[in-house]
């Protein structure tokens, strides 16, 4: 069974600019969350998605903004880039809503801010 | 907002020697999970507690939810190099509407 996959691996943007994230979900998964990671922050949980649906959201503004499809696919997008926003993406997904469930981790996108 | 606090922040041992790792929240957590990210890699579940007073263990490691639900433990015997990297917990805050709030992890070290 094919993991978590997360396209692209690394992204160099500038400032005000946006990016867009892509994360595909194990096959049969219906719940994708997105998390950053940064050394000072720890693992900050930015939104869940559940058959297409927003499940939860965490304490991110909203130039932080994502999305599923169908199929269980996941974007995430982030306007207006700042330094601050540098950081490691990483995409989750588990079978049913995360709470309960083990999450499987996919290799992140690494993302520089200049 | 609701934080799972994780202490200590870094844990260098010898090699054979014991490791813990704590979580502590401050309002009674559902379940929590933990999670183990080795350098360069991306974090692995390696279990989910949610019974009060739950003990479970895998060979070397011993995980623990306190009674009150508001604590859990990890604990290593005889620290081995493939134990190095970060142990995450994530608690789940009750009636924080399913949210999966993450520790700040510990950084294990070991040294041959």
């Known amino acids: 069974k094919a993991g978590v996959t997360q396209t692209p691996r690394y992204l160099i943007k500038t400032r005000g600019q946006q990016v867009t994230l892509s994360c595909s979900p194990i096959?049969?998964?219906?719940?994708v969350s997105w998390y950053q990671q940064t050394p000072g922050q720890g693992l900050q949980f930015l939104f869940e998605?559940?058959?297409?649906?927003?499940?939860n959201k965490g304490n991110f503004p909203g130039r932080f903004s994502g999305r599923q499809f169908s199929n269980s696919r996941s974007e995430m997008n982030v306007s207006t880039l700042e330094l601050g926003d540098s950081a490691l993406y990483l995409c989750?997904?588990?079978?049913?809503?995360?709470?309960?469930?083990?999450?499987?981790f996919g290799p992140g996108t690494r993302l520089t801010v200049l | 907002g609701q934080q799972v606090m994780q202490i200590p922040q870094y844990q260098h041992v010898q090699e054979g020697e014991d490791f813990t790792t704590y979580c502590n929240s401050s309002?009674?957590?559902?379940?929590i999970q933990w999670y183990k990210q080795r350098p360069g890699g991306h974090p692995v579940f390696l279990i989910q507690?949610?019974?009060?007073?739950e003990v479970k263990k895998q060979k070397r490691l011993t995980f623990q939810f306190g009674e009150a639900k508001k604590n859990s433990s990890l604990h290593i015997t005889a620290t081995q190099t493939t134990d190095v990297g970060t142990y995450f917990c994530?608690?789940?805050?009750?009636?924080?509407?399913?949210?999966?709030?993450f520790g700040q992890g510990t950084e294990l070290s070991v040294k041959p």
């Open positions: 989750a997904s588990s079978l049913e809503i995360t709470a309960y469930n083990e999450q499987f």
């Open positions: 096959s049969g998964h219906r719940s």
């Open positions: 998605y559940f058959s297409e649906t927003q499940r």
């Open positions: 309002t009674t957590l559902s379940n």
């Open positions: 507690l949610v019974k009060s007073g």
């Open positions: 994530a608690g789940l805050i009750y009636n924080q509407g399913g949210k999966l709030i």
